[in-house]
């Protein structure tokens, strides 16, 4: 795509520092999540992919200011954006520790990426060998089969995706059709 090629949907123009994140995880099952029940049950079946493959387990969180936990340090100080990363790279380690265990029984490698979560999804897809998320996180509309990032990602994905429903395992068939 060249800079003056028009942006589809599909494509979208990402910040440098995410393709640099999300551009060397061939081979990976990279799991998005968010805290969420649905998400904590993405990270459960991706750990399963990952030890089936033999691969690492990347465990992604797309932050920005607003959704990151807030690091410590003096009041009215702003810290700086390498503090909030690492606060939510914590988060996502207390998280694996707490559905997997200490001894996952994979290689885990948290991502904190300051980006927009369907953006880094599908750029994660471009490399990944499978991406996996929750059918629904945090959103507001409960009713929804498919949350607006899941919803995205399969609609735009450049490879294999799982979407997980959160209180049992999909269907040989339902895998089957997300791949």
């Known amino acids: 795509m060249t800079d003056d090629a028009p942006v589809t949907s599909s494509e979208h123009r990402l910040p440098g ?9 061939a ?9 969420s029940a649905e998400s904590r049950a993405a990270v459960r079946f ?7 493959r033999g691969c690492p387990l990347v465990v ?3 932050w920005s200011l607003t959704s990151a936990p807030k690091p410590g ?3 009215g100080v702003v810290p700086p954006m390498t503090d909030f990363e690492a606060a939510v790279s914590e ?6 520790a707490a559905e997997l265990g200490q001894d996952p029984g994979v290689t885990v490698v948290p991502m904190p990426v300051h980006a927009t979560a369907a953006q880094v999804l599908v750029e994660a897809s471009r490399t ?10 945090h959103g507001g509309f409960t009713g929804l089969l ?16 799982a979407i997980v429903r959160e209180g049992r395992p999909p269907t040989a068939n339902e895998t089957d059709a997300t791949m």
């Open 73 to 75: 340090g003096a009041p």
């Open 17 to 25: 520092h995410v393709r640099e994140h999300v551009g060397d995880l």
């Open 60 to 62: 992604l969180r797309a």
């Open 27 to 35: 081979g990976s099952v990279v799991v998005g999540t968010d805290g």
């Open 46 to 52: 991706a750990a399963q992919e990952a030890g089936a």
């Open 146 to 161: 498919l949350g607006s990032v899941s919803d995205h990602l399969v609609r735009h994905a450049h490879g294999p995706v």
């Open 91 to 96: 988060e996502i380690r207390v998280e694996v």
């Open 128 to 137: 990944a060998a499978l991406v996996v998320v929750g059918h629904r996180g």
